[in-house]
């Protein structure tokens, strides 16, 4: 059964910053291309951030290049977000998610809070 | 960005067929996916490549379209599809549609 397990989310004050992990389970992660999708609470969804399998391209939305990084450790079946420079409008859901035109595959979500 | 606009609500009867629509604002191709998610979950796929069901998903949903017009369809509609349903173009960098919330009557 294929399982996404996020974690490392929180109450942070605005420009601080904060690094989620994914870790995946029960399909080689190593193959996949991983996102990472978020939730403004009460809000649609948005695509954030894509990883290939073997790391060799990385895209992101323009409301979090440059401040978000996005990466993995197919050693650890681990999928991370660094998020610097956090505002009060990356306050969301995140979602980790497999696949790379669409996504066949969710974690539950972390909650991130960004406000003082 | 291309932004993919869906009616925000729909009420319908059990057993009735529902569609629900999603336009985009330029050609996605079949580029198109549709997701269910149901309160205080992660979405669901349910529909990609605008027409193709995702394994385990049940024959009353299917989907259509090509370029900017989409549907995504359920025939008969059952108690438990109380849901939003979003699509999501992967022509470019993906968008969501703002989502169309299902109740049922």
């Known amino acids: 059964e294929v399982q996404l397990v996020e974690s490392g989310g929180g109450l942070v004050q605005p420009g601080s910053s904060l690094k989620l992990s994914c870790v995946a389970s029960g399909f080689t992660f190593s193959n996949y291309g991983m996102n990472w999708i978020r939730q403004a609470p009460k809000k649609g969804l948005e695509w954030i951030a894509l990883i290939y399998y073997d790391s060799s391209n990385k895209y992101y939305a323009d409301s979090v290049k440059g401040r978000f990084t996005i990466s993995r450790d197919n050693s650890k079946n681990t999928l991370y977000l660094e998020m610097n420079s956090l505002r009060s409008e990356d306050t969301a859901m995140y979602y980790c998610a497999t696949g790379v035109y669409y996504f066949d595959y969710w974690g539950q979500g972390v909650m991130v809070t960004v406000s003082s | 960005d291309t932004v993919l606009t869906q009616s925000p609500a729909l009420a319908v009867s059990p057993g009735e067929r529902v569609t629900i629509s999603c336009r985009a604002s330029?050609?996605?191709?079949?580029?198109m996916h549709w997701y269910q998610q149901k309160p205080g979950q992660q979405p669901k796929l349910l529909i990609y490549g605008a027409s193709n069901l995702e394994s385990g998903v049940p024959a009353r949903f299917s989907g259509s379209g090509s370029g900017t017009d989409f549907t995504l369809t359920i025939d008969p509609v059952e108690a438990n599809d109380t849901a939003t349903y979003f699509c999501?173009?992967?022509?470019?960098?993906?968008?969501f549609g703002g989502g169309t919330k299902l109740e049922l009557k």
């Open positions: 330029e050609s996605v191709s079949t580029r």
């Open positions: 999501q173009q992967s022509w470019n960098d993906p968008t």
